[in-house]
């Protein structure tokens, strides 16, 4: 067990629709990270929060969406959904945000999310 | 972000040394280079982080030459659970932002 929480476990939901993922990071966390996987991309970073602020953004949709809440748990909207949306959505966590002469921070990767989209 | 390249899958018995090599020919000055695992539908675990020589901890080792354009994760004695796909990732000390590949796919046999 990770620390990190991702809620829903699976979503089946129509092209079209609009959806919101929940991830609370871990006690004393301050970034978050989502990334996408699907069978066909592998895992793709999406987007990073720091303490509320968006930090990194990757391959993520104008379609997709994602904010850091003051309790510093995050949510992820996705909407107008196509079929090729579906895949497994993965929240992450940090203890910081990457600094000068400091490695990486390891990221702690909830359970994920299975969107599918029909 | 150096791009990395490793073999698409790797086949070993149990009780055996298995060693995933990663090739990052345009690492930069100061790149790490990271190794998480991922189970089925389940998240990436990380593993083992390294910038130069030899890094071990009680999960693998990680041996980076001098050059650090490959890097090789070394599993001792795996076993039935190490089945999995491996993940070696090279990241900047200024960004966050996990690349991944297609990773190795390592399958154990008994």
């Known amino acids: 067990d990770s620390g990190v929480t991702q809620t829903p476990k699976h979503l089946i939901t129509a092209t079209g629709q609009r959806v919101t993922l929940r991830c609370s990071p871990r006690?004393?966390?301050?970034?978050v990270y989502w990334y996408q996987q699907s069978l066909d991309q592998g895992l793709q970073f999406l987007i990073q929060?720091?303490?509320?602020?968006?930090?990194a953004k990757g391959n993520i949709l104008e379609r997709f969406s994602a904010q850091q809440f003051p309790d510093l748990h995050s949510e992820l909207n996705l909407s107008s959904l196509e079929l090729g949306d579906s895949a497994l959505y993965f929240c992450?966590?940090?203890?910081?945000?990457?600094?000068?002469?400091?490695?990486?921070?390891?990221?702690?990767f909830g359970p994920g999310t299975r969107l599918t989209v029909t | 972000l150096a791009k990395t390249t490793q073999p698409i899958s790797m086949d070993s018995y149990e009780g055996q040394e298995v060693n995933i090599t990663c090739s990052h020919n345009n690492i930069a000055t100061n790149d790490y280079i990271t190794w998480y695992q991922q189970f089925p539908s389940q998240g990436p675990r990380f593993i083992i982080q390294g910038y130069k020589t030899k890094v071990t901890n009680e999960v693998a080792s990680l041996f980076i030459p001098a050059d650090r354009k490959s890097s090789t994760l070394s599993l001792p004695r795996v076993s039935l659970s190490d089945t999995a796909v491996y993940y070696c990732?090279?990241?900047?000390?200024?960004?966050?932002?996990?690349?991944f590949g297609t990773g190795t796919r390592l399958q154990v046999f008994p």
């Open positions: 990732l090279v990241g900047s000390y200024n960004t966050d932002k996990l690349i």
């Open positions: 006690s004393g966390d301050l970034s």
């Open positions: 992450a966590s940090s203890e910081g945000a990457a600094v000068n002469a400091l490695p990486p921070y390891e990221q702690y």
């Open positions: 929060y720091y303490n509320g602020e968006e930090r």
